[in-house]
C-alpha cells in the first residue's frame, strides 16, 4: 500500500533561509537532519505525522503555474501567515477552509482545515487579532516574499 513520504520542492540559490523560515514558522514543520552528501545543496523537514518536504537549490527553478503542495494545518495557520507578511486567499468548501499561499521561492501551497463546528474549539477572529498581537516583532518569522515567475 502507497504511503506519502516527502514531496521534494526547488527554491533558487539565496532563498533558503527564507523557505526554512516558512517551513519552520508557518507551516511548523521542523528541520531534520541531511546526509553530509547533500548538505550543500538539500534541507529537508519534518511534519509530526512523519511526511516530509525535501528543498534543493536549484539555479534554474522556475515555480509552476497551477501545480501545489497541500497540507493539512492547524487553526492558526492564517494568524502565522498574517504574521509573517504572505500574502493568501482563502475559501470554504464541504466544511473545509482551505488556504492558497506562495512561498517565498514562488512554490504554491494549499493550506487545508477542517471547519470546527459551533461548541467545539476553533480560532474565532477576536482570538487571531489577539494573538498577533501577543506576537512580538522578534518572535515574527523573517521571511522575504518572492513572486511568482511564470
Not at 517551513?23 to 552528501?37: C, E, I, N, Q
Request: net charge neutral; hydrophobic share 35%; charged share 35%.
Amino acid at each position: 500500500m502507497p504511503r506519502f513520504h516527502h514531496a521534494n520542492l526547488g527554491v533558487p540559490p539565496g532563498v533558503e533561509d527564507s523557505e526554512c523560515s516558512f517551513l519552520v514558522d508557518v507551516l511548523l514543520y521542523r528541520k531534520v537532519r541531511v546526509p553530509p552528501d547533500l548538505q550543500r545543496v538539500a534541507r529537508w523537514f519534518e511534519a509530526e505525522d512523519g511526511s516530509q518536504i525535501h528543498l534543493s537549490i536549484d539555479p534554474d527553478h522556475r515555480p509552476a503555474a497551477v501545480a501545489h503542495t497541500a497540507i493539512e494545518v492547524d487553526d492558526a495557520i492564517e494568524v502565522r501567515l498574517d504574521a509573517a507578511g504572505i500574502a493568501h486567499t482563502a475559501g470554504e468548501r464541504d466544511g473545509v477552509r482551505v488556504v492558497f499561499c506562495d512561498d517565498p521561492a514562488g512554490n504554491r501551497w494549499e493550506l487545508r482545515r477542517s471547519i470546527s463546528l459551533p461548541g467545539t474549539s476553533r480560532v474565532e477572529s477576536r482570538d487571531r487579532e489577539n494573538l498577533a498581537r501577543r506576537l512580538m516583532p522578534d518572535q515574527r518569522p523573517r521571511i522575504r516574499p518572492r513572486g511568482r515567475r511564470r
